[in-house]
C-alpha cells in the first residue's frame, strides 16, 4: 500500500475522539497510534471527565491534541462533546485502551464518497497476547451488535443527517447508533485488513444483563414490536449466564469452543 507522506494536508481532515476518565498508562498507546497514523492530516480530541490520576497533565504535554477536561453525564454525553468540538469531515472513535492499524485513517479516508459508515476488523488482546479476531458483518445488525465500535468512522454528514448519541442509553448506545443509521439508509463499507486492535484486559461486564437490555430497547426503537427482539433477549441472558457458570467452574475450554463454533460472526483464535 503506497503511504501519504506525512507533509501532504491536501486530503479531507479526519478527527479521531478518544473519551478517558483515569485510563492509565493505556492512554499512551491509543495517542501514539493516532500520530502514528499513515495518513497526516488527523486531529486528535480527547475528552476527559475529569481525571485525578495524571491524566490532564500527560495531555497538556502532547504537541498538537485538542482536549478538554470538565464533568459530563456518561459516555454518551462525551462522545456527543467530541462530536461537537470535531472539523473533520470523517470521524473515527477510539477508545482510551484500544490503538489503531498504522494505516487505518488512510483506508477509512479512501472510502469518503461510496460509504458512510467504514468499519472492519479488530484484533482482541488479552495482555501481550491475540486473543482472537473478530470480523464483523454489519448484515446482521438488526440482530445484534456485530461490528467492533473502535473500527468505526462515520462522516460528518451522517452525524447530521442522522444525529449523535443517545444519551438516555448508558451500555449500548454505539449499538444504538451503527443501528439508526443501518435502518436509515446509510451506506456501510466493510475493510477486509484489521482497522483497530481492543484490550480485554480491566473489562468489566459486571452491567452485563444491563447491556442486553439496552440492545434489546434500542431493536424496539428500531424495529418495531417484532416478536424476535424478546426471543433473542432471553437467549443473550441465558447463554451469559450459562458462560459464567462454566468458567466459574473452570471449563474455559467449553466456552471457548462455542464463541468459535456458534457466534453469528467469525472469530479467529489467536
Known amino acids: 500500500m503506497e503511504r501519504i507522506k506525512k507533509t501532504d494536508t491536501?486530503?479531507?481532515?479526519?478527527?479521531?475522539?478518544?473519551?478517558?476518565?483515569?485510563p492509565g498508562a493505556q492512554l499512551l498507546r491509543c495517542l501514539d497510534s493516532v500520530t502514528g497514523q499513515t495518513y497526516p492530516n488527523v486531529e486528535h480530541?480527547?475528552?476527559?471527565?475529569?481525571?485525578?490520576?495524571?491524566?490532564?497533565?500527560?495531555?497538556?504535554?502532547?504537541?498538537?491534541?485538542?482536549?478538554?477536561?470538565?464533568?459530563?453525564?456518561?459516555?454518551?454525553?462525551a462522545f456527543n462533546k467530541g462530536i461537537s468540538m470535531a472539523k473533520g469531515q470523517l470521524l473515527g472513535i477510539l477508545n482510551a485502551d484500544d490503538f489503531y492499524e498504522p494505516d487505518a485513517v488512510e483506508r477509512a479516508v479512501k472510502r469518503i464518497g461510496v460509504a458512510d459508515v467504514v468499519h472492519g476488523p479488530i484484533r482482541?488482546?488479552?495482555?501481550?497476547?491475540?486473543?482472537?479476531?473478530?470480523?464483523?458483518?454489519d448484515a446482521l445488525l438488526e440482530r445484534d451488535m456485530t461490528i467492533g465500535h473502535p473500527s468505526v468512522f462515520v462522516t460528518r454528514q451522517t452525524y447530521e443527517?442522522?444525529?449523535?448519541?443517545?444519551?438516555?442509553?448508558?451500555?449500548?448506545?454505539?449499538?444504538?447508533?451503527?443501528?439508526r443509521f443501518k435502518r436509515q439508509g446509510a451506506r456501510f463499507a466493510t475493510e477486509k485488513l484489521p482497522m483497530a486492535n481492543m484490550s480485554l484486559d480491566g473489562m468489566s461486564d459486571r452491567n452485563w444483563?444491563?447491556?442486553?437490555?439496552e440492545v434489546a430497547r434500542a431493536q424496539w426503537m428500531h424495529?418495531?414490536?417484532?416478536?424476535?427482539?424478546?426471543?433473542?433477549?432471553?437467549?443473550?441472558?441465558?447463554?451469559?449466564?450459562?458462560?459464567r457458570i462454566l468458567e466459574s467452574v473452570g471449563?474455559?475450554?467449553?466456552?471457548?469452543?462455542?464463541?468459535?463454533?456458534c457466534a453469528m460472526v467469525k472469530k479467529d483464535r489467536g
Open 45 to 77: 480530541i480527547v475528552v476527559d471527565g475529569g481525571s485525578t490520576d495524571g491524566t490532564r497533565e500527560l495531555l497538556a504535554k502532547r504537541e498538537g491534541l485538542r482536549w478538554l477536561s470538565e464533568p459530563d453525564k456518561g459516555i454518551g454525553d
Open 251 to 261: 471449563l474455559v475450554g467449553l466456552v471457548d469452543f462455542y464463541r468459535r463454533r
Open 124 to 137: 482482541y488482546w488479552k495482555g501481550e497476547r491475540l486473543d482472537c479476531l473478530y470480523h464483523p458483518n
Open 161 to 179: 443527517q442522522w444525529g449523535v448519541f443517545d444519551t438516555t442509553l448508558k451500555y449500548a448506545m454505539d449499538y444504538e447508533l451503527v443501528l
Open 209 to 213: 444483563y444491563k447491556g442486553y437490555w
Open 223 to 243: 424495529l418495531g414490536n417484532d416478536p424476535r427482539i424478546p426471543l433473542r433477549l432471553t437467549k443473550h441472558l441465558v447463554r451469559s449466564a450459562a458462560r
Open 10 to 22: 491536501s486530503g479531507p481532515l479526519v478527527s479521531i475522539i478518544t473519551v478517558t476518565l483515569n
